[in-house]
Nanobody
């Protein structure tokens, strides 16, 4: 069975950093471009970042450019999201997902940025 398991979320102060991980299994991870999405209560799901299968190319949503970095380790079947200079508006549930169909979703990990 396909599984994507996010971890690393938590409570952090504004200006702080957090590193999210997404561990994949049940499919050929190294052949799939991956993405991070987030969703805050009452808001639409928002694309945060994407990365190609080899990790050679990345893209970011405007709201996180310069602050977040997506990366992957295909040997570990894991994609990461390094989040720096966090702001309260980054508060959301963060999900990893394959970029191209079929879409596989993780369960999400909560990130709360608050004083």
């Amino acid at each position: 069975q396909v599984q994507l398991v996010e971890s690393g979320g938590g409570l952090v102060q504004p200006g702080g950093s957090l590193r999210l991980s997404c561990a994949a299994s049940g499919f050929t991870f190294s052949s799939r471009a991956m993405s991070w999405y987030r969703q805050a209560p009452g808001k639409e799901r928002e694309l945060v970042a994407t990365i190609t299968s080899s990790g050679g190319s990345t893209n970011y949503g405007d709201s996180v450019k310069g602050r977040f970095t997506i990366s992957r380790d295909n040997a570990k079947n894991t994609v990461y999201l390094q989040m720096n200079s966090l702001k309260p508006e980054d508060t959301a549930v963060y999900y990893c997902r394959t970029l191209i169909r079929p879409w596989y979703w993780g369960q999400g990990t909560q990130v709360t940025v608050s004083s």
